[in-house]
T-cell receptor
Framework: AQSVAQPEDQVNVAEGNPLTVKCTYS??????LFWYVQYPNRGLQFLLK????DNLVKGSYGFEAEFNKSQTSFHLKKPSALVSDSALYFC???????????WGAGTKLIIKP | GAGVSQSPRYKVAKRGQDVALRCDPI?????LFWYQQALGQGPEFLTY????????KSGLPSDRFFAERPEGSVSTLKIQRTQQEDSAVYLC???????????????FGEGSWLTVV
């Protein structure tokens, strides 16, 4: 079965420190990987995606993610966290020509001042 | 419009009432999705349209749920005889391309927050 895992329900980081939100996937076929962020009482906002090419993808708000094919991972990173980065983060994958997004369970990111 | 627009943003319905949730996708977007999201959880797929054709409705939880996109742009999700378990956020999303290219980004609206009392 196709699946996405976000192993941490919650990640706590001090403001100014680097942050990592982990995502691994298990699919049959070519993966297209996405990160979305959800602030309280808001919809999902697209952050970045990996389709092909450079394994390091840069996105909105200073976030980046690295695609690692051998480890089937797509971890989200930011060099210096802001309190305003506190939100719920979702990793998702699409496979080949399938329109369905397979979602991770989400990781709550808390940045403390 | 610049983004996916959903209305109403908040809806309180009495149990047994019918509700209609509207979605205005990004102009020119071929694909349209409806998702249901419980608090703190990931989105659950409900249905998918390519233009006016509803290609997948496998996620609709019961026959009380019905979605349409008659002219290939605006879509409506209708819930008949609402039940308390229907309380959730209903997210609409759109994407430029068809299902042929899975690298297209899916853009989400702010959601319609339904509470059934």
């Amino acid at each position: 079965a196709q699946s996405v895992a976000q192993p941490e329900d919650q990640v706590n980081v001090a403001e100014g420190n680097p942050l990592t939100v982990k995502c691994t996937y298990s699919v049959s076929g070519n993966p297209y990987l996405f990160w979305y962020v959800q602030y309280p009482n808001r919809g999902l906002q697209f952050l970045l995606k990996y389709i092909t090419g450079d394994n390091l993808v840069k996105g909105s708000y200073g976030f980046e993610a690295e695609f690692n094919k051998s480890q089937t991972s797509f971890h989200l990173k930011k060099p210096s966290a802001l309190v305003s980065d506190s939100a719920l983060y979702f990793c998702a994958v699409r496979v080949d020509s399938n329109y369905q997004l397979i979602w991770g369970a989400g990781t709550k990111l808390i940045i403390k001042p | 419009g610049a983004g996916v627009s959903q209305s109403p943003r908040y809806k309180v319905a009495k149990r047994g009432q019918d509700v209609a949730l509207r979605c205005d996708p990004i102009s020119g977007h071929v694909s349209l999705f409806w998702y249901q999201q419980a608090l703190g959880q990931g989105p659950e797929f409900l249905t998918y349209f390519q233009n006016e054709a509803q290609l997948d409705k496998s996620g609709l939880p019961s026959d009380r749920f019905f979605a349409e996109r008659p002219e290939g742009s605006v879509s409506t999700l209708k819930i008949q005889r609402t039940q308390q378990e229907d309380s959730a956020v209903y997210l609409c999303a759109s994407s430029l391309g068809s299902q042929a290219f899975s690298g297209n980004t899916i853009y989400f609206g702010e959601g319609s927050w339904l509470t059934v009392v």
